[in-house]
C-alpha cells in the first residue's frame, strides 16, 4: 500500500469525498484480514519458574517478518519456537502462524511487557500489554538428580551433551551390577527446552534375555538442567537378570519435531552394559528355592474343624516386592492323619508405589487340599519361604504360623465292624467250582509291577525339563509363554478397564507372548514383522497373518478405540483362540 493511500485512509473523510471514502473502507478491509494475539500460560508465576509467552497471527499473510520481544528487565528468554499452518477454503488461502517463547524471571515483583509489534504485508500490527507477576518461592525449582559431566559417563548411564543443547536424551539404571533376580529400574529420560510440534515417538530399548516389566508413567515435569529450564519426560521399566552373567540394554530412540514443517529429527542412547552377579553362598539355608526380594507369609484354612473324610482347603499367601513369577508352591508339613494336595495358585503382580519409585511385586495364594483320615487335631507346621535381600545382601525366612483344625468323628470312622440281619449276604451255590488262575497269570499284575519304573521314568523326565528351564532362558521364555499371557488375559478379565485401556493390556499380553515363543525382544516386534516371524517359525499363514492384524487392530484401538462396547467385549477371547492356536501350531526347535 502507497504512502498516498495510507494518507487517504487516515484523513478526516468529508461528506461530499465518496471517492476518497470509498478508498478508506477498502483499506480497513484489507486490515481486519490479518488479527495478531499475546498471551501467557499463567499470570503468576515463582521465581525460578518459565512461563510462555504465545504470539498468534491469522489471516491473508504475504511477507510476515518474526517479531521482536522488547528487552524487559528482569525478565530473560530461555527458548523459542514457531509453528505455520496454512488452510484453503472458498476464500482463498489463510494462515496461522504461532510464535512461543520461554521467559523465566531473574527477580520478584510485577512485570509489564510491552505491546508486541509485528509487520506484516507492508503494515505494522500491535498486541496488547500483558502483566506477570512472579513471587517468591518457599523451596527450591525441582531438580534432576546431579548429572554427570560432559564427556564422563557413570556405569549404567548414559552422558549428558554439552551445555545449551536444547533436545537431548539420556538412558540409565539404578544398579549397574544387580544380583540374579533383583529388580534393575531402566529409566529413559527425553530434555527439550523448544515447543514440539506435536507428540514424540519412543521406542524403548532391546532387553534380550532379560525379564522386563512395564512402570508407570512419570508425569511431565519442569527441572533444571545446569541452570536451564528443561520440560522432563521419563518411562521407566523394570529388568531382572534371570541367570548370572552380562547382558546388554540395547539403544532408546525417540523421533520428535520442532515445527510442522520441519524434518523429523531422531536421538538414539548408547548401549548400557548390565552385569548379574550370582547369589552368595555362604548363609544360604536349606530349601532356597531362588526367590529373591522381601516377602511375608501367612497360612490360613477355610475351616477351623472338619469331620474326618471331609475335605477342606489351606491358603498359603506370599506377598511383597520381588521376583513372584519366579516362586514355586512350598510343600506342607501336617502332623497327623492326613493327605494332602497342591490344589491351585492365584498371582497377582504389578507395579508398587515406593519411596525409591515403583517395585514389581504384589501376592501369590497357593491354595492345598487337605483331607483328615481320624479323629483328633490336625497341625499345618510353620511354613518356611527362605528368600535373598539384596538390599540387605544377606538370606531371610519368611514363616508363618502354625494352623490347628479340629477332627470330628466322620464318614472314614463310622463304620461298625458287627453286622445286622439285613447285612447278611448268602452263598450262592454253583453246579461246579472253577479254579481260580494264579496271580501272576493276569494282567493287572504286571501293570501293577510297571507303576514304579513309569513313575521313576515321569521323575527323571520331570527334573531333566527344570534343569533344561532353569539353564536355558530362551527356552524358559517359549515354555511358559502361554502361561504368562493366560494370566495376563486373567488380569484383564478381572478389572473394569476402560477401552483404551483395554486395548493397550490385550496388545501387551499378545506382543509379549508371541515375542517368547519367538525369542526375541517385545519393543522390537511389529505386527508385520510378527506375521513373517511366526510363518517362518512353522506356523500356518493364515495363523500368522490373524496374529498379525489382530496386533495391529489393537495398537490402532490403542489410539483411536472404537464407540462400541460389545466389540472391546469380544476382543480378550479372540487374543485367547489366536494365543492357543499359536501355542499349538510352534514346536521348540
Known amino acids: 500500500m502507497s504512502a498516498l493511500t495510507r494518507g487517504i485512509c487516515r484523513a478526516r473523510l468529508s461528506r461530499a469525498a465518496v471517492v476518497v471514502a470509498a478508498l478508506g473502507v477498502a483499506c480497513s478491509l484489507a486490515l481486519a484480514d490479518v488479527q495478531v494475539a499475546a498471551d501467557l500460560s499463567?499470570?503468576?508465576?515463582?521465581?525460578?519458574?518459565?512461563?510462555?509467552?504465545?504470539?498468534?497471527?491469522?489471516?491473508?499473510?504475504?511477507?510476515?517478518?518474526?517479531?521482536?520481544?522488547?528487552?524487559?528487565?528482569?525478565?530473560?528468554?530461555?527458548?523459542?519456537?514457531?509453528?505455520?499452518?496454512?488452510?484453503?477454503?472458498?476464500g482463498g488461502a489463510s494462515a496461522t502462524i504461532q510464535y512461543v517463547y520461554g521467559l523465566r524471571a531473574s527477580r520478584t515483583g510485577t512485570f509489564t511487557i510491552p505491546p508486541i509489534t509485528l509487520q506484516a504485508g507492508g503494515e505494522l500490527l500491535q498486541t496488547r500489554p500483558l502483566t506477570l507477576t512472579v513471587t517468591g518461592s518457599t523451596q527450591p525449582p525441582p531438580t534432576t538428580p546431579a548429572p554427570p559431566q560432559p564427556g564422563t559417563t557413570a556405569p549404567g548411564t548414559t552422558a549428558l551433551p554439552e551445555a545449551g543443547q536444547e533436545v537431548f536424551a539420556t538412558t540409565e539404571v539404578d544398579n549397574a551390577r544387580p544380583y540374579v533376580g533383583q529388580q534393575t529400574t531402566l529409566t529413559f529420560s527425553f530434555y527439550h527446552r523448544v515447543r514440539l510440534a506435536g507428540p514424540s515417538t519412543y521406542d524403548p530399548p532391546s532387553t534380550e534375555g532379560l525379564v522386563a516389566e512395564v512402570l508407570p508413567d512419570v508425569p511431565e515435569q519442569t527441572v533444571l538442567v545446569r541452570e536451564q529450564a528443561y520440560i522432563l519426560v521419563q518411562k521407566r521399566t523394570a529388568l531382572f537378570a534371570p541367570a548370572p552373567g552380562e547382558y546388554t540394554i540395547g539403544p532408546a530412540e525417540v523421533k520428535y519435531s520442532v515445527g510442522f514443517f520441519s524434518p523429523e529429527q531422531v536421538i538414539r542412547t548408547p548401549p548400557i552394559k548390565l552385569h548379574a552377579r550370582p547369589l552368595p553362598k555362604q548363609g544360604k539355608p536349606q530349601g532356597f528355592a531362588g526367590a529373591v526380594g522381601?516377602?511375608?507369609?501367612?497360612?490360613?484354612?477355610?475351616?477351623?474343624?472338619?469331620?474326618?473324610?471331609?475335605?477342606?482347603?489351606?491358603?498359603?499367601?506370599?506377598?511383597?516386592?520381588?521376583?513372584?513369577?519366579?516362586?514355586?508352591?512350598?510343600?506342607?508339613?501336617?502332623?497327623?492323619?492326613?493327605?494332602?494336595?497342591?490344589?491351585?495358585?492365584?498371582?497377582?503382580i504389578e507395579a508398587l508405589a515406593s519411596e525409591g519409585g515403583h517395585r514389581?511385586?504384589?501376592?501369590?495364594?497357593?491354595?492345598?487340599?487337605?483331607?483328615?483320615?481320624?479323629?483328633?487335631?490336625?497341625?499345618?507346621?510353620?511354613?518356611?519361604?527362605?528368600?535373598?535381600?539384596?538390599?540387605?545382601?544377606?538370606?531371610?525366612?519368611?514363616?508363618?504360623?502354625?494352623?490347628?483344625?479340629?477332627?470330628?468323628?466322620?464318614?472314614?470312622?463310622?463304620?461298625?465292624?458287627?453286622?445286622?440281619?439285613?447285612?447278611?449276604?448268602?452263598?450262592?451255590?454253583?453246579?461246579?467250582?472253577?479254579?481260580?488262575?494264579?496271580?501272576?497269570?493276569?494282567?493287572?499284575?504286571?501293570?501293577?509291577?510297571?507303576?514304579?519304573?513309569?513313575?521313576?521314568?515321569?521323575?527323571?523326565?520331570?527334573?531333566?525339563?527344570?534343569?533344561?528351564?532353569?539353564?536355558?532362558?530362551?527356552?524358559?521364555?517359549?515354555?511358559?509363554?502361554?502361561?504368562?499371557?493366560?494370566?495376563?488375559?486373567r488380569e484383564i478379565g478381572r478389572r473394569s478397564l476402560d477401552a483404551r485401556t483395554v486395548y493397550e493390556r490385550l496388545d501387551e499380553v499378545l506382543t509379549q507372548f508371541v515375542a517368547d515363543k519367538l525369542g526375541v525382544a517385545a519393543s522390537r516386534l511389529s505386527p508385520e514383522a510378527a506375521e513373517l516371524a511366526l510363518a517362518d517359525a512353522g506356523a500356518p499363514q493364515e495363523l500368522s497373518e490373524q496374529v498379525g492384524q489382530m496386533m495391529l487392530r489393537l495398537r490402532e484401538g490403542r489410539f483411536a478405540p472404537p464407540g462400541g462396547g460389545e466389540e472391546v467385549a469380544k476382543l480378550p477371547e479372540a487374543v485367547r483362540q489366536l494365543i492357543h492356536e499359536t501355542e499349538d501350531a510352534l514346536r521348540w526347535r
Open 360 to 489: 514389581i511385586g504384589g501376592t501369590v495364594t497357593f491354595e492345598y487340599l487337605l483331607i483328615p483320615r481320624q479323629e483328633g487335631t490336625l497341625r499345618i507346621q510353620p511354613v518356611k519361604l527362605p528368600y535373598f535381600d539384596a538390599q540387605k545382601r544377606k538370606y531371610l525366612t519368611a514363616t508363618t504360623e502354625p494352623v490347628e483344625v479340629k477332627v470330628l468323628r466322620g464318614v472314614v470312622e463310622e463304620s461298625s465292624g458287627e453286622q445286622g440281619p439285613e447285612d447278611i449276604r448268602y452263598i450262592k451255590k454253583t453246579g461246579s467250582l472253577r479254579a481260580r488262575p494264579p496271580l501272576t497269570a493276569t494282567t493287572w499284575f504286571w501293570l501293577v509291577q510297571l507303576l514304579p519304573l513309569l513313575a521313576f521314568a515321569v521323575a527323571v523326565r520331570q527334573r531333566a525339563a527344570r534343569s533344561r528351564l532353569e539353564a536355558d532362558p530362551k527356552y524358559r521364555r517359549f515354555v511358559q509363554a502361554a502361561t504368562r499371557a493366560r494370566e495376563g488375559l
Open 294 to 348: 522381601q516377602f511375608k507369609a501367612s497360612l490360613t484354612t477355610d475351616k477351623a474343624e472338619a469331620k474326618a473324610g471331609e475335605a477342606l482347603t489351606a491358603r498359603l499367601t506370599v506377598e511383597g516386592t520381588g521376583n513372584l513369577r519366579q516362586l514355586d508352591a512350598p510343600k506342607l508339613s501336617v502332623a497327623g492323619a492326613c493327605k494332602w494336595y497342591p490344589s491351585g495358585e492365584q498371582r497377582r
Open 42 to 90: 499463567r499470570d503468576t508465576i515463582a521465581l525460578g519458574e518459565t512461563v510462555e509467552l504465545t504470539l498468534v497471527v491469522t489471516g491473508t499473510l504475504r511477507h510476515v517478518a518474526e517479531p521482536q520481544l522488547p528487552a524487559i528487565d528482569g525478565l530473560d528468554v530461555v527458548s523459542r519456537s514457531s509453528s505455520q499452518n496454512v488452510s484453503f477454503g472458498t
